[in-house]
C-alpha cells in the first residue's frame, strides 16, 4: 500500500459527460501529479501540483481540469468525455517536487 | 525541460537470463533518477533510487549506477523470473520540477 488513494477504482460514463476523480496523497506529501495511461500512449504527465498551486503542466487537454486543496488532496475534472479519454488515470505524490513519487492504483475510465 | 529515453520494447529473456535495459535522462544541476515497475494490473511501485552521481541503487536483484559523465541509469539483473515480468519506467527529478517518466519498456520472462 502506497497511502496514495485514488477513487474511483473503476468509471463507465457516456461520450459528452463530465467525470471527477479524485486522489487523496500520502500523509504529508505536498506534492501530487496526474497521470495517464493508455495502451498506445504510455505514461503521459497531465499536470503536477504543489501545496495548492499548479507547478507543472503536461499533455493536459483544455477539457481536463484539476486542482488541489488546501487538505493538500486533488481532483482532475474531465468533461465532454471522448472514447479516446479511455484510459487508467494515475495520481501520485511526493513530498517535494525532486523526491520520489508514490502512486495510487488507479482509475479505470471507460467511455462509451 | 528533463527528459528520459529508455529502450523500446517489449523485450523477451528466457528464464534466469541477463536483463539490461538502457535509460538515459537529460536534466538541470543535480537530479535523483529512479526505476519504478508496474506489474500487470496494478500501479506503479519504485523499485530503485539513486540521489547523487556512483551511487547504486539495488533492489529485489536489480541494480543501476548513477553515471553522470553518460547521464546514464541502465537497470540490470544478473537472472530474471518469470515474476519479473513487468513494464518497467526509468525516471529523473531535479529540484521542485516534476518526476518526468521515461515511455516504459515491457519485460517479458518466458520459462
Known amino acids: 500500500d502506497s497511502g496514495v488513494t485514488q477513487t474511483p477504482k473503476h468509471l463507465i460514463t457516456a461520450t459528452g459527460q463530465r467525470v471527477t476523480l479524485r486522489c487523496s496523497p500520502r500523509s504529508g506529501d505536498l506534492s501530487v501529479y496526474w497521470y495517464q495511461q493508455s495502451l498506445d500512449q504510455g505514461l503521459q504527465f497531465l499536470i503536477q501540483?504543489?501545496?495548492?498551486?499548479?507547478?507543472a503542466k503536461g499533455n493536459i487537454l483544455e477539457r481536463f481540469s484539476a486542482q488541489q486543496f488546501p487538505d493538500l488532496h486533488s481532483e482532475l475534472n474531465l468533461s465532454s468525455l471522448e472514447l479516446g479519454d479511455s484510459a487508467l488515470y494515475f495520481c501520485?505524490?511526493?513530498?517535494?517536487?525532486?523526491?520520489?513519487?508514490?502512486f495510487g492504483q488507479g482509475t479505470r475510465l471507460t467511455v462509451v | 525541460g528533463d527528459s528520459v529515453t529508455q529502450m523500446e520494447g517489449p523485450v523477451t529473456l528466457s528464464e534466469e537470463a541477463f536483463l539490461t535495459i538502457n535509460c538515459t535522462y537529460t536534466a538541470t544541476g543535480y537530479p535523483s533518477l529512479f526505476w519504478y515497475v508496474q506489474y500487470p494490473g496494478e500501479g506503479l511501485q519504485l523499485l530503485l533510487k539513486?540521489?547523487?552521481?556512483?551511487d547504486k541503487g539495488s533492489n529485489k536483484g536489480f541494480e543501476a549506477t548513477y553515471r553522470k559523465e553518460t547521464t546514464s541509469f541502465h537497470l540490470e539483473k544478473g537472472s530474471v523470473q518469470v515474476s519479473d515480468s513487468a513494464v518497467y519506467f526509468c525516471?529523473?527529478?531535479?529540484?521542485?520540477?516534476?518526476?518526468?517518466f521515461g515511455t516504459g519498456t515491457k519485460l517479458q520472462v518466458i520459462p
Open positions: 501520485a505524490s511526493s513530498f517535494q517536487g525532486a523526491s520520489e513519487a508514490f
Open positions: 501540483y504543489y501545496n495548492g498551486e499548479e507547478r
Open positions: 539513486a540521489t547523487k552521481a556512483d
Open positions: 525516471a529523473v527529478s531535479g529540484g521542485y520540477q516534476k518526476v518526468t
